[in-house]
């Protein structure tokens, strides 16, 4: 209960106290009266009762003005000093008490405010030994960021969840897309999941191989995998293991390229070659000697292995490889492949993920076309080559569906043919009839007789005296356990935005010309990951609004609709907790536009707003200009949707302390808390 309530419960708890000790009183002494007495007394009431009103109404103007002043010059004064103080305290040093009240008061506000100047320069003392010690630390951070960014590897670093805590320019680079409206954008920030960008199961297949190694005793470890992205392109992936000084597992590092123009090559002269073969063919005499065109055909897989041999494979052992074959195809397509000769110590040249699909999607297309569920799959070798031969019993395949299969684009990768490719594989069918086959054959290169090759492979990072690249305790970052509301705030991750808009009310028409958002990872604004996009509303703008935020309908008419902005930012929020100022108005815009854009927000929202009017409940005023001066928060850029994006989520840091001290740790807390703002009424 707060003081100006437990105030006013004792004024009327003693009002009524004193009204019931007066009606005892004047009964008891009305009923030791003689008749003669009261009746006299009735008449003295009767003629005077215009004076005996004014009397009573005297009495209570005077008791309701002595507790006035007692209220405004006590209990008020000492209300906004706890509360000042503890903005001082927790989030702006510079923030003095301004009081009206008694001489003591008054006298104790500016007592506290020496100790306000006293600890603000002591915080400024320590800033100051804090930034000298940091001076040399942070030359060796700008260096190392100087290397990052000239790589030429994309450099992501991910702790075990799949969070990025680092990447660097050419990273970025590699995700960028055209979204269509002139502007390159994907949404690779820190602390954000790396499976938006690349699909968890090549990830999660890496990390399966790379725990495999470190099980052994092979000193080097690592594991590839090419994938397309977003942005259309295909990359190659070197994930690499991070580990703590104890040797567990705290993250892993993507080393990427880009091995689009690489294929493009590859496939430029592949298909030179085969357009070259096929007219040699056409213009040799048909009693043409053999060996022409069989030493033609030996240039032109040697041409094709030569493109491949940079892109990333891993020697595969088949004592691990064959039984996973087994294992996906039975349990996923309940198929039976039985192994014929396996040579489990021996080993083939592949990227493990695409050979593993590969495979696993022949048999499910072979089943599919010969409606055999039982296949054999036997194995040979020599030095250079490794054979894998397929056969069944029942219907052959007819040899259109073999070509037809070599055109399918497998899950997340390029279509099979181009997947065998990359592994350097063939598969040539055995005919039964010049119509159909009775059998795959499947060659790949054998693998060397060492474990690992040095030179595509290297050994984990071990993270025990790391630098810290950023401020953030990175690699101890875990993943909200169980419910987000019972996560503490200060670990939560926050999308802070706002919009600008065409008018105030978004049930009779007005648009969101603008949306503006930042996020906020460990408890700092991440600048460099921010949404800003205009809005074509499709209506005029009123010269009333353009006056607030300065936008006309020329600058936003060429520009996307909120059917294509809003799933955007849908996006780049993700699963995180919303955060804004007035937030009920935005929502409420965005609200009105479920079925156009079928985009619905159901994450978690605080509001600046509410927050603000829970924890300050002395102030009248709190507008984002009122909150931001109490808070010492310099706004920037005001009315425009990332300007108020970025101050409220200064301000929303400097409240996150305040809410602590106040028993307010979870975002279950402060949800809660929220709602019994008197704000929280509001409704759009």
Same mark, same amino acid.
């Given at each position: 209960m707060t003081q100006t309530n437990r105030f006013w419960k004792f004024v009327l708890s003693?009002?009524?106290?004193?009204?019931?000790?007066?009606?005892?009183?004047?009964?008891?002494?009305?009923?030791?009266?003689?008749?003669?007495?009261?009746?006299? $007394?009735?008449?003295?009431?009767?003629?005077?009762?215009?004076?005996?009103?004014?009397?009573?109404?005297?009495? +209570?103007?005077?008791?309701?003005?002595?507790?006035?002043?007692?209220?405004?010059?006590?209990?008020?004064?000492?209300?906004?000093?706890?509360?000042?103080?503890?903005?001082?305290?927790?989030?702006?040093?510079?923030?003095?008490?301004?009081?009206?009240?008694?001489?003591?008061?008054?006298?104790?506000?500016?007592?506290?405010?020496?100790?306000?100047?006293?600890?603000?320069?002591?915080?400024?003392?320590?800033?100051?030994?804090?930034?000298?010690?940091?001076?040399?630390?942070?030359?060796?951070?700008?260096?190392?960021?100087?290397?990052?960014?000239?790589?030429?590897?994309?450099?992501?670093?991910?702790?075990?969840?799949?969070?990025?805590?680092?990447?660097?320019?050419?990273?970025?680079?590699?995700?960028?897309? %055209?979204?269509?409206?002139?502007?390159?954008?994907?949404?690779?920030?820190? /602390?954000?999941?790396?499976?938006?960008?690349?699909?968890?199961?090549?990830?999660?297949?890496?990390?399966?191989?790379?725990?495999? #190694?470190?099980?052994?005793?092979?000193?080097?470890?690592?594991?590839?995998?090419?994938?397309?992205?977003?942005? /259309?392109?295909?990359?190659?992936?070197?994930?690499?293991?991070? $580990?703590?000084?104890?040797?567990?597992?705290?993250?892993?590092?993507?080393?990427?390229? %880009?091995?689009?123009?690489?294929?493009?090559?590859?496939?430029?002269?592949?298909? #030179?070659?085969?357009?070259?073969?096929?007219?040699?063919?056409?213009?040799?005499?048909?009693?043409?000697?053999?060996?022409?065109?069989?030493?033609?055909?030996?240039?032109?897989?040697?041409?094709?292995?030569?493109?491949?041999?940079? $892109?990333?494979?891993?020697? +595969?052992?088949?004592?691990?490889?064959?039984?996973?074959?087994?294992?996906?195809?039975?349990?996923?397509?309940?198929?039976?492949?039985?192994?014929?000769?396996?040579?489990?110590?021996?080993?083939?040249?592949? %990227?493990?993920?695409?050979?593993?699909?590969? +495979?696993?999607? +022949?048999?499910?297309?072979?089943?599919?076309?010969?409606?055999?569920?039982?296949?054999?799959l036997t194995v040979s070798h020599n030095e250079t080559m490794i054979t894998f031969t397929i056969s069944w019993t029942g219907d052959p395949c007819p040899n259109h569906r073999i070509q037809t299969m070599l055109r399918t684009q497998l899950n997340g990768l390029p279509s099979l043919g181009y997947v065998l490719k990359f592994n350097n594989t063939r598969l040539i069918p055995v005919e039964t009839t010049p119509e159909s086959c009775s059998g795959l054959i499947l060659t790949s290169r054998a693998g060397p007789h060492t474990p690992r090759s040095r030179s595509r492979q290297a050994a984990p990072v071990v993270s025990d005296a790391r630098p810290e690249f950023y401020d953030f305790n990175l690699f101890r970052t875990e993943e909200a356990a169980g419910n987000i509301l019972d996560t503490p705030i200060k670990q939560l991750t926050y999308t802070v935005f706002d919009t600008e808009t065409t008018g105030l009310s978004p049930e009779e028409g007005d648009e969101v010309i603008a949306i503006g958002a930042v996020r906020i990872v460990n408890q700092r604004i991440v600048f460099q990951d921010f949404f800003e996009e205009l809005v074509n509303p499709k209506r005029d703008i009123p010269l009333e609004s353009y006056k607030i935020h300065g936008i006309n309908y020329e600058m936003v008419k060429e520009k996307p609709g909120i059917e294509t902005i809003l799933p955007q930012f849908a996006k780049f929020a993700g699963d995180t907790v919303l955060v804004g100022h007035n937030l009920a108005f935005d929502l409420k815009m965005f609200k009105v536009k479920e079925k156009a854009t079928h985009v619905s927000f159901a994450n978690p929202v605080l509001d600046t707003l509410l927050l603000s009017a829970l924890l300050h409940p002395v102030h009248q005023q709190h507008d984002m200009e009122s909150i931001a001066k109490r808070l010492g928060v310099d706004i920037l850029g005001r009315h425009s949707a990332l300007g108020d994006a970025i101050a409220t989520a200064e301000i929303f840091l400097k409240l996150l302390p305040i809410l602590n001290s106040n028993g307010i740790l979870t975002l279950k807390d402060a949800i809660a808390a929220s709602r019994k703002s008197y704000y929280a009424r509001l409704k759009y």
């Open positions: 003693s009002a009524a106290g004193i009204i019931v000790i007066e009606a005892v009183l004047l009964g008891v002494i009305w009923l030791r009266l003689s008749p003669s007495h009261k009746s006299t $007394l009735l008449e003295i009431c009767q003629d005077n009762i215009y004076i005996l009103l004014g009397l009573a109404f005297v009495v +209570i103007g005077a008791l309701w003005m002595v507790f006035d002043i007692t209220y405004n010059r006590y209990i008020l004064p000492l209300k906004r000093i706890s509360a000042e103080a503890g903005v001082i305290y927790d989030s702006n040093p510079s923030h003095r008490i301004k009081v009206k009240g008694s001489r003591d008061i008054i006298r104790m506000a500016g007592i506290i405010n020496d100790f306000a100047d006293m600890f603000e320069n002591l915080n400024k003392t320590i800033t100051q030994q804090i930034l000298s010690a940091r001076k040399e630390t942070e030359k060796e951070r700008n260096l190392l960021a100087a290397i990052m960014g000239e790589l030429p590897q994309g450099i992501i670093i991910c702790n075990k969840n799949g969070r990025i805590i680092l990447f660097n320019t050419l990273a970025k680079n590699l995700f960028a897309q %055209d979204n269509g409206h002139g502007k390159a954008e994907t949404f690779l920030g820190l /602390g954000r999941s790396v499976f938006h960008l690349i699909d968890r199961s090549f990830i999660s297949h890496a990390l399966e191989e790379i725990f495999e #190694q470190l099980n052994s005793p092979e000193s080097c470890v690592g594991s590839f995998f090419i994938t397309p992205i977003l942005s /259309g392109k295909l990359i190659s992936a070197n994930t690499i293991p991070v $580990l703590d000084k104890d040797k567990e597992f705290t993250g892993f590092i993507l080393v990427l390229e %880009d091995a689009s123009e690489q294929i493009k090559k590859y496939q430029i002269v592949d298909r #030179q070659l085969t357009e070259f073969y096929t007219l040699l063919e056409a213009t040799l005499p048909a009693d043409a000697p053999s060996p022409v065109k069989d030493e033609f055909k030996l240039l032109g897989t040697r041409i094709r292995e030569s493109f491949f041999s940079t $892109l990333p494979s891993t020697p +595969i052992t088949l004592a691990t490889f064959l039984p996973s074959i087994q294992k996906k195809t039975a349990y996923f397509e309940n198929i039976r492949v039985n192994m014929v000769n396996p040579f489990p110590d021996t080993r083939f040249l592949a %990227d493990t993920y695409s050979m593993t699909q590969a +495979i696993v999607f +022949i048999f499910r297309q072979m089943a599919s076309y010969t409606g055999s569920d039982e296949f054999d």
